[in-house]
């Protein structure tokens, strides 16, 4: 009877056995892979998608260390995209689109705004999208008065430091160094917002130079999608905040099912990075890239 069961061995049975080596230093070895079509990661680790693990902050962190986090899909599509969202702006080159209000706004109004996205400033700009000022945590850590007009409290624009639209990246470094300024508004020749520039995103750039990063230097991030109910539109709204790669979950990824969710979703969003899994044969595979699977 013990000849009809095939050998079989768990982790604990197996050990790596050291060989003779070249390498002279670790700085020789490179663990970076490619995760599917446009994303290469500097280190072969993505986090998993389950609630207990991945939602914006491990996502962040992780894509800091050149892996990627796949935000879970056990909560509602907008909480979902809102992670997503804070990912994409936990750091970048020149932020496109940075957080703003209007001068009619109040300080109450700015102070939850700025708890809310976990931001530590806002530009203030008309409807025309000219820049008014600046408004940051400390201007409104103590006021006492929320009712009160946020141009009471911002540094307006005649003392703000800015830079023409296009300003390399070192050159708003010695910028934000020789004025000893935290955030450098890009601005055309009208005065209208274009950008923004960090020092928190310098300092992250030279800090974590194996982070894996979109072609604007923002963190990548994944999210999951399930099987049923309103993937399709769970789908499109992470498009729509330009996740990086989407993943459909399921325990059983050689289905009918989860060759369904594939085709439809491919159809749907064409042009983003699609993973789904799990599958353990290679047949299962084969059928999951022919309905258009660009990871397994």
């Known amino acids: 009877m ?9 982790f ?22 490619r995760l599917c079509r446009g994303i290469d990661l500097a280190i072969p680790i993505v986090s998993a998608s389950m609630d207990t693990v991945t939602e ?5 962190a992780i894509a800091r260390e050149g892996g990627i986090g796949i935000i879970h899909r056990f909560l509602p599509i907008a909480e979902q995209v809102a992670m997503v969202r804070r990912v994409k702006r936990a750091e970048s080159v020149v932020i496109d689109a940075p957080y703003t209000v209007r001068p009619e706004a109040t300080v109450g109004h700015a102070a939850a705004f700025m708890e809310e996205h976990g931001s530590a400033g806002i530009l203030v700009i008309d409807r025309d999208r000219r820049l008014l000022g600046i408004v940051t945590a400390r201007d409104v850590l103590f006021e006492e008065h ?3 007009p946020i141009t009471t409290v911002m540094t307006p624009r005649e003392r703000l430091i800015t830079a023409p639209a296009g300003t390399p990246v070192e050159e708003a470094r010695q910028i934000l160094h020789r004025h000893r300024i935290e955030k450098l508004p890009l601005v055309d020749a009208e005065g209208r917002l274009v950008g923004l520039i960090t020092s928190r995103d310098i300092q992250s750039r030279l800090r974590y130079p194996d982070a ?46 989860s ?13 983003v990075p699609l993973i789904v899994g799990n599958v353990a044969t290679a047949e299962g595979t084969r059928d999951l890239i022919g309905c258009g699977a660009d990871g397994i």
């Open 212 to 257: 894996t990063k979109d072609q604007k230097g923002r963190l990548r991030v994944g999210a999951a999608l399930g099987v049923r109910g309103d993937y399709l539109e769970r789908a499109e709204a992470l498009v729509a905040d330009e996740v990086d790669v989407l993943v459909v979950d399921i325990a059983h990824g050689h289905s009918d099912l």
């Open 12 to 33: 604990d049975d197996v050990l790596l056995v050291p060989r003779r080596s070249a390498v002279s230093t670790r700085r020789q070895v490179s663990t970076s892979t």
């Open 146 to 148: 929320a009712g009160r």
């Open 2 to 10: 013990r000849d009809s069961f095939p050998l079989g061995l768990t």
């Open 56 to 60: 914006a902050a491990m996502a962040s």
């Open 259 to 271: 060759l369904k969710t594939v085709e439809a979703v491919r159809a749907r969003c064409p042009d």
